[in-house]
């Protein structure tokens, strides 16, 4: 009852004499310092083919495309377009790099793109919005054959698989 705190004490003593010596969490230091390079080994892949990918496509002709953003199963963003100057029309899905532009979700008509790269099977596709922002692929481009569509664009049965117990 007096008012008066101890102030808060703390030493390394104790538990440098109880045996927990620094030399013991030498190879934990290590084990986290190989893991913190080798995640920054992969970040810093990525990131040079990103560049790269996108030094290549930047150079490449565009061409214009129509396209909307929807998602696959797991919910990750897949842009389906197609080159309105190819007939038959054929789409193709492309998986997309997260974070999208915001400009990317705010439509409410197909978007009119600009892809730098060659739309077709197998290829990355970099689509260019209307505003100059870029939809980066995760992966090549797919032909969309009828189950893709009906996997991508069925919200009602993906809602369901969603809620299903595995």
Do not use: M, N
């Amino acid at each position: 009852g007096s008012g008066v705190k101890a102030p808060l004490q703390f030493t390394l003593r104790p538990w440098l004499e109880d045996g927990h010596a620094p030399q013991h969490w030498l190879p934990i230091a290590l084990i986290g310092g190989v893991i913190a390079l080798a995640w920054a080994g992969f970040r810093t892949v990525h990131l040079i083919h990103t560049y790269r990918l996108l030094s290549r496509q930047a150079t490449a002709a565009d061409r214009p495309a129509l396209g909307t953003i929807t998602g696959d199963r797991d919910g990750d963003p897949v842009l389906l377009a197609c080159d309105p100057l190819i007939t038959p029309p054929q789409l193709f899905a492309i998986a997309l790099r997260t974070p999208l532009p915001a400009t990317a979700l705010q439509h409410d008509a197909p978007l009119r793109l600009r892809a730098h790269g060659k739309l077709a099977e197998g290829e990355p596709v970099v689509a260019e919005l209307p505003d100059g922002a870029l939809l980066i692929p995760a992966g090549p481009a797919i032909p969309a054959d009828t189950q893709i569509l009906c996997d991508l664009l069925d919200s009602v049965g993906a809602l369901q698989r969603k809620h299903q117990p595995h």
